[in-house]
């Protein structure tokens, strides 16, 4: 009921901007690499691939945003939760678009969104392992993305990067109810050698109130990559925003380990390409 209700909610306010001048908005974030692991298990060796899009239009003169959201995941490997498709209305507002500071480590606080997103799952590969989960979920959560020193840079100084998600799930696709919240956080930090080159450190956190093993983990480790046209101003966003990487990192689990040693992972190699617009 609640996920009728909120397509409704959507569609109304769509039909009422409409009415007065649209601002629409387009945000991309792809990922494809190779990974030995994936975190996931030993011998992966598999290419995998993200892809995250939002298309929709601003609420009239306001920082509310109405939109189709689309997550996908594409693999070499025959799992089934690594080729899905999941899709559905969503609505999210910026409340401290206006925020104004004058310290560096409150840049990011513009860009925090909260948001509520109804999906639909299906799955390409293997859909028989994973037709007894459930196939919508109805998400709500707060969600932080910022970049420091990257655009027009001062090389001598540090950048970095920060990608935040905590958002309470109904289900998060699983076989039973999930109820509950998890959390992703994922900074870089690093350096610019200049040319586009840039070493960093990075941490990857998931973290939930369940306590599968998949859900609370830390993969930590280093990385370079190369953004051949960042500093570019003529080239288009989603051009200055490609990159290359290579990464070499350790795993942790946070509470409970894999009783598979095949799963039991400690490390992942990984190298890719990975590309955005308007985030």
């Given at each position: 009921?609640?996920?009728w209700l909120l397509s409704l909610l959507i569609a109304l306010l769509l039909a009422g901007a409409t ?66 498709v999941a899709a559905g209305p969503a609505i999210r507002v910026f409340p401290l678009q206006g925020f ?142 490609f990159k290359m990487f290579a990464e070499i990192l350790g795993n942790s689990y946070l509470w409970d ?23």
């Open positions: 009921m609640k996920k009415l007065a001048e649209t601002r629409w908005f387009f945000e991309t974030w792809e990922d494809i690499r190779y990974c030995e692991s994936n975190v996931e298990q030993k011998g992966f060796s598999s290419i995998i691939g993200y892809y995250q899009g939002k298309l929709g239009v601003y609420l009239f003169d306001t920082p509310v945003q109405v939109y189709g959201a689309l997550y996908g995941v594409a693999s070499q490997n025959s799992a089934y939760w690594n080729n899905s104004k500071s004058e310290q560096w480590y409150l840049d990011w606080v513009p860009s925090t969104r909260i948001f509520c997103e109804s999906l639909n799952i299906s799955y390409q590969k293997n859909a028989a392992s994973g037709e007894a989960n459930k196939t919508s979920d109805l998400r709500t959560g707060i969600e932080v993305y910022h970049e420091w020193n990257l655009d027009k840079p001062d090389l001598n100084e540090y950048w970095g990067e920060v990608w935040l998600n905590l958002s309470y799930r109904t289900t998060n696709f699983s076989w039973t109810d999930f109820n509950n919240y998890i959390l992703y956080f994922q900074p870089r930090i690093g350096r610019h050698l200049g040319r586009g080159i840039e070493p960093y450190l990075k941490l990857d956190l998931t973290y939930s109130g369940k306590s599968d093993y998949w859900l609370n983990v830390a993969t930590y480790g280093a990385g370079i990559r190369f953004e051949p046209w960042r500093l570019d101003e003529r080239a288009p966003e989603i051009l200055r925003e380990k894999p009783t598979n040693p095949n799963q039991n992972v400690t490390s992942d190699a990984r190298f890719g390409i990975d590309f955005s617009m308007g985030r």
